[in-house]
């Protein structure tokens, strides 16, 4: 379960840093896609923070 959830957050992890780095190559919704990888980086926090304590 450990290993699943690491894997998970950290594939939500980058998966935010390349939001980030999206958001100011593309034209449109740049403030969209900026707060989704922010979104994306927070929740890739969370999971290890709530799911994996002991």
């Not at 594939?11 to 449109?28: D, P, Y």
């Amino acid at each position: 379960m450990h290993i699943a959830a690491f894997v998970v957050a950290f594939a939500i992890f980058i998966l935010g840093l390349w939001l980030f780095g999206l958001a100011f190559s593309i034209t449109s919704l740049m403030g969209v896609t900026f707060v989704a990888g922010i979104l994306c980086v927070a929740l890739a926090m969370a999971i290890p923070f709530h799911l994996l304590r002991d």
